[in-house]
């Protein structure tokens, strides 16, 4: 069996390196990393009257330990339902993250955080 030719590719040209990206201070980070949690464990949808779907967004204030831990969550703006409200507030309590790097500046930061509510 033939042996198949060697193949030389060239090499792209380089290009300018570009400055990484600014890094987050860590309460930044833990900010960020809650945001994450709330895609990777949203809310549960409340159960409505089985014909209406509510919709609507939450603000919550959430006081976080330097750890990670949820202290209390309040609801900074309601979605003019309470059961939303009230489904946000309650899944808040239950997430945690752990700091990539740790918060050594603060003990506890209160962080807003935007919960949406879409029906689908």
């Not at 919550?60 to 006081?63: A, G, M, P, R």
């Given at each position: 069996a033939a042996t198949p030719p060697a193949v030389t590719v060239d090499a792209p040209a380089p290009t300018a390196m570009e400055p990484p990206p600014p890094q987050l201070d860590p309460e930044q980070a833990l900010g960020a990393q809650l945001a994450a949690m709330t895609r990777r464990h949203p809310p549960r949808?409340?159960?409505g009257d089985g014909e209406t779907v509510l919709e609507g967004s939450v603000e919550?204030?959430?006081?976080m330990s330097a750890e990670g831990r949820v202290l209390?969550?309040?609801v900074d703006r309601s979605s003019g339902h309470p059961a939303l409200?009230?489904?946000a507030r309650e899944a808040a309590l239950q997430w945690h993250?752990?700091?990539r790097r740790p918060v050594t500046t603060v003990k506890q930061i209160t962080l807003r955080l935007?919960?949406?509510f879409q029906g689908g």
């Open positions: 949808y409340p159960r919550l204030l959430i006081t209390d969550v309040t409200d009230r489904a993250v752990t700091p935007p919960v949406r």
